[in-house]
């Protein structure tokens, strides 16, 4: 990645924010919560089943988990005695306890001064995030004010990959699609950020398990100069 020389400002009008797996790992807490729903229903449910719901809805989360029932049949006796928005509920319920807990130590490492630096140099920030509570886990990490924009699952009918939440968050701020950056870590979102016909940076351990522009561990070794070669990639789209 091209460095940008001393005093370059890149010229990126928007960074957009994915909030779980990027800002604060909270794919965790939302796998306990999912345990101990699937534990109560009888399902066998386990981290690497949990790792093909990052990204997606509750409900399609519980959709993928009430797949994973034995047999029809067992799927049919939680059907009969719980409606799914109430088995979503019970889940969120569990989730928000351990949400409340969170606090600016969980924020991952580099993230809050990767935002401090890109809006003293005139970026604008904003998280699109498929959760419902991504106010609440922002609020618990104190970092609201880091952002220009929030847009939650609250605020779109469809979910990632639908590019809808990217290009929400891109208007809101006064920005062409083509001037913003996402951050992802997920499969859909990075599909998501390439239906925007947005530039693309992953979030994951390994450079080839996302189909980003550029995909990085996290933001410990990253910074607003790293961005500087994006004002030329060209995005395969
Ligand atoms: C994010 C997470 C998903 C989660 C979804 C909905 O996309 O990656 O794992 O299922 O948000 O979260 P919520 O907080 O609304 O249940
Ligand atoms: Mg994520």
Redesign the pocket.
Known sequence: MPRAAKGEIPLIGGLIF????VVVD??EL?YQAWKRLAAELEIAFNRAD?EK??????L??LDSILLLASSYKHRSKIAARFGKMEL?EI??SW?LES?RKLAPKDILPGVERFLIESRQHGIRTAIA??????ET?ISSLEITHLFDRVI??TRVAD??PNPQIFLIAAEEMNEKPSSCIVLE??L??VRAARLAKMRCIGIAPDSTFLPADLVIPGFSNFGIEDLFGFDRAKPEI
């Open positions: 994915d909030l779980d797996g909270t794919s939302h949990n719901l990052k990204g997606l809805s509750r399609e989360s979503a889940k969120n989730y949400v995030s498929s959760s419902k509570n991504a886990v939650d699952g979910s990632k870590d997920a859909a979102g």
